[in-house]
């Protein structure tokens, strides 16, 4: 988080040193933390402390204010040098304990309401005495809102407030409104709707999942001057109306009547006049307890793109193209007739002839239907919905449609963007960009499988196989955070992880058949609770979020270790390899059996575990989880192994997993090995793997010595392949290899994503393993870093940057001839680097300037070689 606002604890401080000069270690570091920009006051100062910590610094402040603003700076000593202070960044702080949320919820919903999903107003009148010096506005909703105040939206955040587990956790959001506020009168309020909350959502279809009515909760804090504080409350005198959102719903979209709209409707009434089209608000009253203040990884619109082209179909249809699939809306700017209306279907893909294809988005409409109120120009867009698209099938339109008139705006959620990967192959770019739009287009609030069909839900097996290829492509620390908790939150009593977080099917055995069995704890998936949080412990040195999440990873181990029978873990309904080729025809369960996949995660995840508790110093936990990873490691040995060597289930997915999760022995590894590359070539070099075997394809390959092998199957460009999708024009990544066959025809219709960043995954073995930008366990967060690029004639250059949480890491290669490669590698300031150069090629150092390794350890600064073949 950069800024962030509404956070209830002392941030922890993370800071990049950059300098022009090699070899810089920080020797010792001061902050300063103060109420004041240009720190005329101090609150709090560290004094100098010897350390190289730069990263989750502690800040020992203990009597934080609510809905303040701080302001905190930091200096280094490093290099021999002293930094000046560095630019001073702020944090404005939510509720902090004691302050209790204290505002009742407001609806202008009536009874009648319970199932409809329309949009509403709220309003309230506040007075203002004095010279306000600050002035927040708290907000959090049961549905979605936008807050309004004296006529203007607050805030450009979407979909606030956000999916979580709305009965155990539900967040708020502070917004700044120091220069909205006035003296004397004033108005606050929300436009509602019913998103997440009430509206359909889920594998049953099931509405009213949290509740049947739609309502908002604000306070507005007011910090005048001579330093005392109002806090005002939406209460029993604020008043409601229907808004011109008429209907409004995740999966179908949304409907707006400009006849509906009120004037005006966030102003102070000068005259106390309240037209018929108002009401009393009713309240409701709720757990505050379960609200936690967001501070940051909101939703916004983060991209816009123009329509590309207009395209009139062989069936005659209008359609607009955005060039590029993702999540979204689209704006439409025209002008129109009172009565005119604009309708437009949102749809990823067209058929084989070039139609409209809807059929893979099931029963979710996506539609958005605007309807004129008065001659005129209108730009309009809806509100509290989304769609997965690329195009939009013009179904109504005011005269002749242009181009000019359709913007797509891109939704999803804050996060920087920190990872470039770029190589000669086009192609493999290509891939690159595809699946960061599958990020993209996933992670909008919740990680989901997709944001298109009826579906846009938090599978956690999706996520914890993308969560280490997210986070080099971006800051995706906020974001898990925020899930992990809705993850925790709706772990079963027994420590059983919901195959969906939030868990919206809680309970629910029929009403769909992947329910079936119960809506929880399936290997792959459920292990997004240990998997997960270990990546930002990796990736972000984030130690925090492993106390945090302690009992929740420490749950799912017993789970699993309970319902194991002498070490082998298998539960009710697994999907196993899901979606894999190697499945029978027509079936979504991939060849390799569930008694494998499921005791490989069983030990893989008890192996992170029993590091964790390392990490933590709980030594006693620690020797319980080793014994137990011990136990199920040798079992799985004596199970799934032939006594010749041989893995009993003869799939690419059971090598892949045994050999990647460090479960063969070793003098059957490279036997193991070998027979990988033999069920590769069966397959004509392709593979056939599902969700459990595809991530790890290239990196059981590469850690086996077999790089030749893992950059052939990377390159494969013929069905099925990552390039196959790119030569069939993907701007996304699909859900199956076969989504769209080289005839044409489609995979059926019941599961045809063509925007799932699942196997996206490969994206980790470009950055971890074809750059070699790896960490080191001990040195998490980029502290130490591990440089283990594949330089390969496969690429006749590269260039990847990874912007970690220390500062800017690269590698770079590029062949000079067919024989000659120059490497270059950058280590940020504070970090130290170890580089290990493939075999086959004679290494020398090319440039640089003096030596600056310390026990072998490469210092910051930039490095080059020159390697001959
Ligand atoms: C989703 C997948 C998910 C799976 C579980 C599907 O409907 O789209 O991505 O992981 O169900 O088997």
Redesign the pocket.
Known sequence: MKEPIGIEYVPHISWQITSDLPGIMQESYRIQLSTYKDFSTIVWDSGRIESDCQIQVCVGYDKLKSAMRYYVRVMVWAGGFMSDWSGAVSFVTGLVVPDQWSAPYVSAERMEDHDVSKGTYVRGDFHVDGHVEQAYLFATALGLYIPYMNGQRVSDIEMAPGWTSYNRNRLYQVYEVTDVVQEGKNTVGAMIGCGWYKGVMGLTKARNNYGDTSAVSMEVWLRYADGHIERVYSDKDWIGADAPIVFSEIYDGETYDAAMEIDNWCIPFNDNRVDGRWRTCRLLSSDASILHGQAGGFVRVNGRIPASQLIRTPKGETVVDFGQNMAGRIEVSCSGRAGDVIEIRCFETLDAQGNVYVDNLRKAKTTMRYTFAKDGQICWSPSFTFMGFRYGHILSFPGEPSIENFTALVLHTDMEETGSFSTSNPLVNQLHHNIVWGMKSNFLDVPT??PQRD?R?G?T??AQIFSRTASYLMNVDTFFRKWLRDLEADQTPEGGVP?VIPNIEEGRTDGNW?LSQGPHS?AA?ADAAVIIPWNLYLMYGDTQVLYKQFASMEGWIRFMEHHSEDYIWNYKLQ?GD?VALDAKEGS?FGATPNDLTCTAYFAYSTELFAKICHILGKEEKENYYRRLYGHIKEKFIATFFTKEGQLTAQTQTAHIIALHFNLVPEHFREGIANRLTELLAKENGHLVTG?VGTPYFCQALGESGKVREAYELLLKDDFPSWLYQVKMGATTVW?HWDGLKPDGTMWSAE?N?FN?Y?YGAIGEWLYRSVAGIDTDENHPGFGHILFRPLVNPAFSEIDCTYKSIRGDITVQWKWADTKTVFLTIQIPCNCTGEVKLPAGIGWEKAENGQDMTVEKRLLSGRYRWIGRL
């Open positions: 499988d997709c579906e839900l599978w097996g999706d195959h992947l399936a998936w999907f899901w979504y969700f859900e599961m994503s799932h699942a």
